[in-house]
């Protein structure tokens, strides 16, 4: 019995029956089929058929043939510049929403960390230019090192706030990112790797290659391991650390673009290093589209958001005000600053904001219900909790808590899942505005009569959000923008009536009463453009939008029907019939 | 004698070991076939035989081999097979 034979899958125990298949089909109509019992026809159909290229993912095309990875073929140390320089481009692509399938995992060198080990060289011809440490020993720290940076990413990324597939791939393809390799066994290895570089004593093999490319080397492998320094540390804790390593990486990367490592030949070992194919070798249900890696000046401009994403943090980690997370959220996606946010930067963000038992690393979460109310009145929630003895119905706090983080973290989600959560809190704070009104109605304490007011303001602004990301969603329809401009100026109305209410009772002077003096600028302006648009959507069309169908979808969390245990008026329900009266008004 | 097509019929749910063009081998088990012999297997695992591998395979679930890219079909033995049924 051949070798080759006792090592096929499944074993010795299988005989040919290609023959008796053969002849079966002569035996068989034209239509006929035969299936096992509980097995019928329409379960054949969800059956991936071989050899499709759309649908099986194993196929190897003509153009993904190429010859046997070597893990241990000598390179020269430019060819090494230019890997290193590459799976970093693999890294950030997978940060840019990529697979790891098509991105990280076609650096075969990551695969091959255990092959590359000094200890598994047998023989091999010593060629001056080419030392084999360079690939033992650099290579395989930096190989290494690229894995464990995912890996660790991705553990940031899985502890919540974004979102698999709508936001990151975590689709590991069943490889080892080296999850199991302890971080300090890493750095270990890249410490030995900067060691051999700097060392210029032992053997002769270092001396061989110009000081120039040592240093590069340097550069680049001090690189990788600032970058997995940085994606292992706990924030904000670590904040302080973030900022020295952050400085660090910056000054790398533009020593690192001032000498860009050159192009290897199209006949060298280096580029055998990348397939880009190998996501046909890989667990996948169906093919995945081949990703080409952008050229490495990209890659330097994503690195650069990567490190000014993490500044912000860094800044944003320091503030101990709710307002302030809100403000820098709802500026970022107004701006839509956060399309060109890499999704480890927001998943960060979230994290550093509330870890799902404190706020900032260093706060409860009922820290967050202070905050609440000290930003809105100016009074903490210890000093009014007497009155909260008399709430009807659940306790308000955890609501409370769970509707602050939300809708503080909300601005870091994808823009469609900031849309969708707020069109769901604008029922939550309803219900908490309703809550406050009937524990008032008990007592005649003046400072406390406008407390449904902080709720109401917030769900205020989860409105006046809704109807501007369907503008940044293009969500409307020429002939609903009419409609919607309108209703953004009545909201913003309501909200300015708010304020000024609120205003009645804040100490001039204050931080609470200038940061609400600062919105009410804001809301006056905003409600003076969406009037403008108005005027000039108004002149353009006849606004008879409300009698389109999509008209009570598009608003459905504004006409959503109150709960029975609501009592309040809802502000917030659209009135059509003054829409059309002032869109008649206007074309007057 | 079994004809060849009862013999298909009683590998139904038995275990093939399909090999085609491109040097792949498929195991799983056998659920169905027609007049042009496209192979239906549930539960497959995709090997491919070479020194940079995966020994291991991997899953790729319920597949259809069409019969023009089958090069080998081998069927597992089984104690409970009639005598000659293979042969």
Redesign the interface.
């Known amino acids: 019995m051949h070798l080759?034979q006792m090592?096929?899958?499944?074993g010795n125990?299988?005989?040919?029956?290609?023959a008796?298949?053969?002849?079966?089909?002569?035996?068989?109509?034209?239509?006929?089929?035969?299936?096992?019992?509980g097995?019928s026809l329409n379960?054949?159909m969800?059956?991936?058929?071989?050899?499709e290229p759309r649908m099986d993912?194993?196929?190897?095309l003509e153009e993904a043939q190429r010859p046997?990875?070597d893990s241990l073929a000598p390179l020269l140390p430019e060819e090494v510049c230019w890997i290193l320089d590459r799976s970093i481009s693999c890294e950030m692509e997978w940060h840019t929403g990529s697979t790891l399938s098509q991105t990280v995992y076609t650096f075969l060198y990551g695969h091959a960390v255990a092959e590359m080990h000094p200890d598994h060289l047998l023989n091999f011809e010593e060629d001056p230019s080419r030392p084999i440490e360079l690939v033992t020993v650099v290579l395989r720290a930096a190989a290494l090192t690229v894995m464990k940076t995912c890996s660790t990413a991705w553990a940031g990324m899985a502890k919540g706030g974004i979102h698999d597939q709508e936001d990151w791939h975590s689709e590991k393809a069943?490889i080892s990112l080296h999850e199991s390799t302890p971080i300090g066994r890493v750095f270990g290895e890249l410490d030995q790797a900067i060691s051999w570089l700097t060392c210029t004593t032992r053997g002769t093999a270092i001396l061989c290659f110009p000081q120039k490319w040592r240093n590069e080397l340097l550069l680049r492998v001090s690189f990788h391991k600032i970058l997995l320094e940085i994606v292992s540390l706990s924030l904000p804790r670590e904040r302080e650390m973030l900022q020295l390593k952050r400085k660090d990486a910056v000054s790398l990367l533009e020593r690192i673009e001032l000498q860009p490592s050159p192009e290897p030949s199209t006949d060298s070992v280096a580029r055998m290093g990348f397939d880009p194919y190998i996501t046909r070798?890989?667990?996948a249900?169906m093919p995945l589209r081949v990703l080409e890696l952008p050229p490495q000046e990209h890659t330097w401009k994503a690195l650069r958001l990567l490190f000014s994403g993490l500044e912000e943090l860094y800044e944003l980690t320091d503030a101990t005000n709710v307002t302030t997370w809100q403000v820098v959220g709802d500026v970022k996606v107004w701006k839509r600053i956060y399309v060109h946010q890499l999704t480890y930067i927001r998943a960060t963000h979230i994290s550093s904001f509330v870890n799902g038992t404190t706020v900032l690393g260093a706060y409860p979460l009922r820290w967050l219900v202070d905050r609440f109310f000290l930003e809105s009145v100016g009074l903490s929630y210890d000093s009014i909790n007497v009155v909260f003895s008399n709430w009807v119905g659940d306790p308000p706090l955890p609501r409370f808590e769970n509707l602050i983080i939300k809708t503080v973290s909300s601005s870091w989600y994808n823009l469609p899942r900031r849309r969708r959560y707020l069109m769901k809190s604008i029922f939550e704070w309803h219900v908490l505005q309703d809550g406050f009104v009937r524990l008032l109605e008990q007592m005649k304490f003046s400072l406390l009569r406008l407390l449904p007011h902080i709720p109401l303001m917030w769900r205020l602004t989860a409105a006046e959000n809704i109807i501007l990301s369907g503008f940044q969603l293009e969500l409307y329809a020429p002939h609903e923008r009419t409609f919607a401009y309108w209703y953004l100026t009545q909201v913003i109305e309501t909200h300015l009536g708010c304020i000024e209410d609120v205003l009645t009772v804040l100490s001039p002077g204050t931080i609470e009463y200038h940061e609400i003096i600062f919105r009410h600028t804001l809301l006056t302006a905003l409600q003076a453009l969406a009037t403008g648009m108005t005027v000039v959507d108004t002149t353009r069309s006849i606004g008879h939008d409300v009698d389109d169908p999509n008209f009570l979808r598009r608003y459905k969390w504004a006409f959503k029907p109150h709960h029975p245990a609501i009592r309040i008026q809802d502000v917030l329900v659209p009135n059509q019939q003054d829409f059309i009266s002032d869109c008649r008004d206007l074309q007057v | 004698m079994l004809?060849?097509?009862s013999?298909?019929?009683g590998?139904?749910?038995d275990?093939?070991?399909v090999t085609?063009t491109?040097g792949?081998?498929?195991?799983g088990t056998?659920?169905?076939?027609?007049?042009?012999?496209n192979?239906?297997l549930?539960n497959t695992?995709?090997?491919?035989?070479?020194?940079?591998?995966?020994p291991n395979?991997?899953?790729?679930?319920?597949?259809?081999?069409?019969?023009?890219?089958?090069s080998?079909?081998?069927?597992?033995?089984s104690l409970q097979s009639p005598d000659g049924m293979?042969?």
Do not use: C, H
């Open positions: 080759e090592d096929l899958p499944g125990d299988f005989a040919d029956v290609t008796i298949f053969a002849g079966a089909a002569q035996q068989l109509d034209a239509t006929e089929m035969i299936f096992a019992d097995y379960d054949a969800s059956a991936l058929e071989i050899g993912s194993g196929m190897v046997p990875f069943d070798r890989l667990f249900f | 004809t060849s097509l013999a298909v019929q590998l139904l749910n275990t093939l070991r085609v491109d792949r081998i498929f195991l056998f659920v169905g076939t027609d007049s042009e012999l192979i239906l549930l695992d995709e090997f491919r035989l070479g020194p940079n591998e995966n395979g991997r899953f790729v679930g319920q597949v259809m081999i069409p019969w023009r890219l089958v080998k079909v081998e069927a597992r033995l293979f042969t």
